[in-house]
């Protein structure tokens, strides 16, 4: 059974810096491309983040470009995603997910985690 499991959000304020985890279980990780989405309140899910299974191509939404960084740690079935500069905006569920294939993309995804909540306060 897959299962991704996601940590690190909480509440902050505008300008800092949080780091979002997601481990994941059950499927060959490495096989696997990785993405964040987030959803707002009132608002549809929204991409965020890509990852190629050899970590060597990313994508950005473009209101997180220069502020997300998203990585991988194959060792650890984890990826990381380095938020600096957070904005009010950037408050949402996080979500990650895996998507079985090579194309690095912005829908199409497998499996999903429960999500966790980033809060950026003014």
């Known amino acids: 059974q897959v299962h991704l499991v996601e940590s690190g959000g909480g509440l902050v304020q505008a300008g800092d810096s949080l780091r979002l985890s997601c481990t994941a279980s059950g499927l060959p990780f490495t096989y696997y491309v990785m993405a964040w989405f987030r959803q707002a309140p009132g608002k549809e899910r929204e991409f965020v983040a890509a990852i190629s299974r050899r970590g060597d191509n990313t994508d950005y939404v473009n209101s997180v470009k220069g502020r997300f960084t998203l990585s991988r740690d194959d060792a650890k079935n984890t990826v990381y995603l380095q938020m600096n500069n957070l904005k009010v905006e950037d408050t949402a569920v996080y979500y990650c997910?895996?998507?079985?294939?090579?194309?690095?993309?912005?829908?199409?995804?497998?499996?999903w985690g429960q999500g966790t909540q980033v809060t950026v306060s003014s």
């Open positions: 997910a895996a998507g079985a294939g090579v194309a690095v993309r912005r829908s199409g995804y497998d499996y």
